[in-house]
Structures are given as C-alpha cells and as structure tokens.
C-alpha cells in the first residue's frame, strides 16, 4: 500500500499569508496525486488532480506542483474561507487508493 | 446542477447488516464511474470502493472486501452500497462521489453530503 505523509499536522497563519503543505509518497504515485479541502460537516471539495491541474471552480490562489519527492498545495494569499482541512490522495496503485491524514490550516 | 444525496444511515449492531443508497441527478449517471469514501468521527478519508459505469466492474478496499458489495440501477440513478457483518471500526460518514471523467476512473470530483452509520451495540 502507498502510504502518503502529510505536514505539518497544522499551520497557523493569517489571512493572506501564503500557505505551503506538502505530501509525501512511500512510493512513486507517477504524478497522480490529488488535493482535497473539506469545511467541518462538509464534503471533501477536489482543488487539484494529476499534481497541478485546477478543478472547476477553483480560485488561482490555489496551486499545485512537485519537487522531488513532495507534492505541494500552495495557497498563495490566504482567504477567510480557506482555514480547513487538506488532504492528499494518489490513485498511482489502482484500484487502491489512499489519502493522506490531512494538514489543518488554522487561524492564527 | 449535479446532486448527490445519501441515504440509510443509522444506528446497527455488529454483525448485522445495512444498505445505503445515494440518489444522483444533474447528469448522466449511467456514464460515470461511483465511489464510496468513508471518514470514521474525527478521522481522515477511506477509499471503500468503486463501480464501473456500466456495473461490469467493481473493486474493494481490503477492509471491506468479502462484506460490503456496491451495485446500482443506472434506471433510477442510484448507487448502492450493502455492507454486511458490520463492524465497530466501520463506524463513520460514507460519502458517494462521482468520477471527474466519463467513462473511467480518475478523481471524485463531485461528493454527496454523506450519511453517517454508527455500529453500537
């Protein structure tokens, strides 16, 4: 099973401070890496599929990208209503997926 | 727009069984991929499975394989998952997602609300 390592466990910020949370794969994932938000009692949103591509909907400020062994969310300058739940998810290993455990980004 | 809407959860003892049933509209269901993704209290997200568009395939986490079975009814554009021998561990919200593309499996672009199953004695 391809673990995926997510940190910090939490980041402090303020509004528009810039926002960098990172995945790691025990494993290559091939680029097949996703990024969820999900809002307490909320769905999971899809932000970013395949490493960097935006879904539909999704403001610029939210990007994606790789160095190394890290995948990265990038959230450029921080909105009110980004202060939630990220997580990660590979579908390299098909048909097993795994999610990461998620970085809370928490007001500071 | 697109509309995902669980339904059957509850509370159920271990061992017994329960149906859950998410209701689609807003597209073509009978051309995209299902997914069920659960979230224990507190916890992250568990893959739990996915059906092929046409139910010709189906595939299973390790932790549910041999109890839960996914079906649908591309006529009523439903979804099902039926879980048998339920276990404490397999307490938590299942959502239903669809597929980002038709016609194969990529990413869960579009999820339900989720319905919550509580396995208590």
């Known amino acids: 099973e391809i673990v995926l390592t997510q940190s910090p466990a939490t980041l402090s910020l303020s509004p528009g401070e810039r926002a960098t949370l990172f995945c790691r794969a025990s494993?290559?994932?091939?680029?097949?890496i996703a990024w969820f938000q999900q809002k307490p009692a909320q769905a999971p949103r899809l932000l970013i599929y395949?490493?960097?591509n935006r879904a539909t909907g999704v403001p610029a400020r939210f990007s994606g990208s790789v160095s190394g062994t890290d995948f990265i969310l990038t959230i450029s300058s921080l909105e009110p209503e980004d202060f939630a739940v990220y997580y990660c998810?590979?579908?390299?290993?098909?048909?097993?997926?795994?999610f990461g455990q998620g970085t809370k980004v928490e007001m500071k | 727009q697109v509309q995902l809407v669980e339904s059957g959860g509850g509370v159920v003892q271990p061992g017994r069984s329960l149906r859950l049933s998410c209701a689609a509209s807003?597209?073509?269901?009978?051309?995209?991929?299902m997914h069920w993704v659960r979230q224990a209290p507190g916890k992250g997200l568990e893959w739990v499975g996915t059906i092929w568009y046409d139910g010709s395939n189906k595939y299973y986490a390790d932790s549910v394989r041999g109890r839960f079975t996914i079906s649908r009814d591309n006529s009523k554009s439903t979804l099902y998952l039926e879980m048998n021998s339920l276990r404490a561990d397999d307490t938590a919200v299942y959502y239903c997602?669809?597929?980002?593309?038709?016609?194969?499996?990529?990413?869960?672009?579009?999820w339900g609300q989720g319905t919550l199953v509580t396995v208590s004695s």
């Open positions: 807003g597209f073509s269901f009978n051309n995209y991929v």
């Open positions: 494993q290559t994932v091939s680029g097949y």
């Open positions: 998810q590979q579908r390299s290993s098909w048909p097993s997926w795994t």
């Open positions: 997602a669809r597929d980002l593309y038709r016609h194969s499996s990529s990413w869960c672009d579009y």
């Open positions: 395949d490493t960097s």
